[in-house]
């Protein structure tokens, strides 16, 4: 028995050590890093993480590491390498977990399984006590039923992405978490709504699908004012636009199956942030919870976000051109985008972002109109998702909104007349014709 305890001993100083070594970027990270900090975006875009890859025998492109386990010949090897299971680390990932920390110019990233993975995996994070070694007895004063007047509460945007949506609102009050849903574009309401017990904001700007434009820093300065944190959804928008860390935010998310991918053959998420905040997530809860992105599609999120740039500025100026028909287009109720003056966020969007990306919004006139013109569009494709090459489009209340009730899509301001569209890369020309033919004929 005393022998097993030794050992049992001896192993924990080994896994505290890996720890502690995870913790501290090696020197030659640190190296790398300052290099990469030195380029300008668009440079680190093709460089960062992959200058040629490292570990390996110096290849261009980073291989796909499908495997699961990393052998060693003994102890003192083993913590003299960073890779253990690929549940927390694989070297794919860590070339595009580099890049992405790059990108936002933040100490850490963590790439995941999908957006919805990284918004629950941070949300946790913040929201849930990291418990460890605790006896089953003691995890029960950990309930929120014990601790009535210490309920947490986060507070979130009238509308986002249903998805994130159904998990604050469905899925976190039966774990104890509170949530107040008030209306982010007013920064008076969101101060009016944090009390000792807020511990997060949630930041989605541009908003999906409404396309709302919230204040970063306003929200950020607001909860950090009460020691809470500060997350912000920068999934319309991606690193090439905007920057939420810059702005005050704590941890930013990234749906990678969107804009970064770029091109609508794989899922994934990323978190990026400081690096105590990101070694916690990776080592705690991405291994408790498992939501873990696989090798391939590391591999093809990093083929895509190498022109990410490009394809930012080419969605966004195709997005301001059809914008400006379907302005003039007499079928057209309204029309909603963030670089449209009009706009409500405009002077907030020319400020916090590079470009106004390729989301628009519009509305028809009946509902009628809407179920003629779906099914007369030929080049554009109806279908969920965005940030495609491919132009996307929705019918939002009958698609991404079919989950949500009548009252929740009016609360919402998601008319039953409401499309999103997500402008690809085709020349804007033949996205134009295309409109027009269909709106012609409803």
Known sequence: MINKIKLIKKIEVVLIKMDEKKENPSQIDKEQREKWDKMRFETQLISAGEDPYPETSHSLRTPIYATKSYTYSSLSEL?????????????????????????????????VASGMAAIHLACSSILQKRVERI????????????????????????NQYTGSYRLFTKIYPQM??????????????????IDEQTKLIYVETPAN????????????????????????????????LQQPLKLGADLVIESLTKYINGHGDCLGGAIIGPANEIRNI????????????????AWLILRGVRTLSMRMARHSSNAIKITQFL?????????????????????????????????????LESEVECNKFIELLKLIKVGVSLGDTTSLIEYTALMTGI????????????????????????????????????????
Not at 176 to 184: C, V, Y
């Open 282 to 297: 990776r080592y705690f809860w991405l291994e408790t919870q498992g939501q873990v992105l696989s090798p391939f599609n």
């Open 176 to 193: 104890g978490i509170e949530f107040k849903r008030i209306n982010m574009c007013d920064l008076k309401e969101v101060k009016d709504a």
């Open 79 to 111: 913590l003299k390498n960073r890779y253990f299971y690929s549940r927390t680390e694989n070297p794919t990932l860590y070339a595009l977990d580099k890049k992405l920390a790059t990108l936002h110019g933040g100490e850490k990233a963590i790439s």
């Open 327 to 363: 302005l003039k287009h007499p079928k057209v109720k309204e029309v909603i985008y963030p670089g449209l003056k009009s706009h409500p966020g405009y002077e907030l969007a020319k400020k916090q972002m590079r470009n106004f990306s390729g989301m628009i919004g519009f509305e």
């Open 403 to 442: 989950d949500l009730a009548s009252w929740e899509r009016k609360s919402m301001n998601i008319s039953n007349t409401h499309f999103r569209f997500s402008v690809g890369l085709e020349d804007p020309q033949d996205l134009i014709d295309d409109l027009d033919q269909a709106l012609s004929q409803i």
């Open 135 to 158: 006896r089953p007895k003691k995890i029960k004063n950990l309930l929120p039923q014990t601790r009535p007047n210490e309920i947490p509460n986060m507070i979130i945007h009238l």
């Open 209 to 240: 699908p409404t396309v709302d434009i919230l204040d970063i820093q306003g929200c950020a300065d607001l909860i950090h004012e009460v020691g809470g944190k500060c997350i912000v959804d920068n999934t319309w928008a991606s690193p090439a």
